[in-house]
């Protein structure tokens, strides 16, 4: 780290950790989180349910196996900003081409390194989740403080609005199938290329549509199923996307993923609400009630469904085993269900794979 430019990351109560420049100059700032991950960094910088967010990582060294072309989530880096113990400068893999450090620099996106990130996660499980700014350009905390104020919080924010795509598309990624299988709408409030990548992989002809999009644009292709995909923000605030989801119900198979999750919740009735420090990591433990096992499963949210505010009608089909909150829910009256975890992730084992085979058997279901 010698000879890089100083750096400081000041939160919203006072707290201040200053370390070194890590990625490109300047100032940002956002809600800071933590994600528990030791793999993954890239696919986390380009989520773009990260979006709002600057992140850090609890790991200690960040950047031993560099980046590439294809670990990617979406078209860019979407974290505001991003928090590191120590940058590996030289990545050691065949696949790495370019370090994690000149990724950000290439981006514009500002980072921070040399700080105690374990301390600044113990941090934010007590005080809970607040905002944050990283400067290489001012490094006085009283006027890093008084720029915070103008920062707005996550709760009330629609951001699917900065992420979803301009217009509607058919998906041709680097796994697209024979295309011979269901039709699946998929609804871009921030969705993650996995998740198109493995429908692909199920023969799906995928075609994406906006998060805005009204309930009769979706219809006019006739779909076989429509997918609500992650994204970023707070769920009550895209209510656009809730009034679509109702008019929806019952027409086709749903199912939901992350944000999307919320959603469907949102538009069956029920109420969210912004946890404490939210769910980030690769290794969240999911109580499966319908199947009697346990999922280990990747998580990036901020916000949670109330279960007390669920229909009668509408069954929890998985729970977190670290905090008791809802995971999953299951419709009685029509196909459509939804998780609130990753399934189109990859942490280490697949245990959540089976969640697309259920998808396509729904619409299959449909089609016959």
């Not at 790991?59 to 196996?65: A, D, E, K, T, V």
């Not at 690769?282 to 949670?304: A, D, L, M, W």
């Not at 280490?348 to 279901?365: K, N, Q, V």
Request: hydrophobic share 35%.
């Amino acid at each position: 780290m010698t000879g890089n430019k100083p750096a400081i990351l000041v939160l919203e109560d006072g707290r201040t950790f200053r370390g070194w420049s890590f990625g490109a100059q300047g100032e940002t700032s956002g809600e800071v989180c933590f994600n528990t991950g030791m793999t993954g960094y890239q696919e986390i910088l380009t989520d773009p349910s990260y979006t709002g967010q600057i992140v850090t990582m609890t790991y200690p060294h960040i950047g031993n196996y560099g980046v590439n072309d294809r670990d990617v989530e979406s078209s860019r880096i979407h974290v505001e900003g991003f928090v590191v113990r120590e940058e590996t400068v030289t990545p050691s893999n065949f696949r790495a081409t370019q370090s994690i450090g000149d990724y950000l620099r290439a981006a514009g996106i500002v980072g921070i390194q040399g700080v105690d990130t374990r301390a600044l996660t113990r941090h934010i499980r007590s005080q809970g989740a607040m905002n944050g700014i990283i400067s290489t350009v001012d490094l006085e905390e009283s006027s890093l403080l008084a720029k915070l104020k103008k920062v707005p919080h996550m709760v009330g924010l629609d951001l699917v609005s900065k992420v979803t795509c301009e217009e509607s598309h058919t998906w041709k990624g680097d796994s697209s199938g024979a295309n011979g299988g269901p039709h699946v709408a998929a609804i871009d409030y921030g969705i993650k290329w996995n998740i198109l990548r493995l429908l692909s992989s199920h023969d799906c002809r995928v075609t994406v549509f906006p998060g805005n999009s009204g309930p009769d644009d979706i219809m006019a292709i006739d779909p076989d199923g429509i997918l609500l995909s992650n994204g970023p923000g707070d769920p009550a605030a895209v209510s656009y996307a809730t009034n679509t989801v109702k008019e929806l119900l019952g027409k086709t198979p749903l199912f939901g993923v992350c944000l999307g999750h919320q959603i469907l919740a949102l538009a069956l009735g029920a109420k969210t609400y912004k946890l404490k420090f939210g769910h980030h990591g690769t290794n969240h433990p999911v109580r499966n009630v319908p199947r009697k096992n346990i999922e280990i499963t990747s998580q990036n949210h901020g916000f949670s469904v109330d279960p007390d505010s669920l229909p009668s009608q509408v069954d929890i089909t998985h729970w977190n085993l670290n905090d008791n909150t809802v995971e999953g829910l299951g419709c009685r009256d029509f196909p459509a269900f939804s998780v609130q975890y990753h399934p189109e992730a990859g942490p280490g084992p697949h245990d959540s794979r089976y969640l697309f085979r259920e998808f396509i058997d729904s619409m299959r279901t449909r089609q016959s």
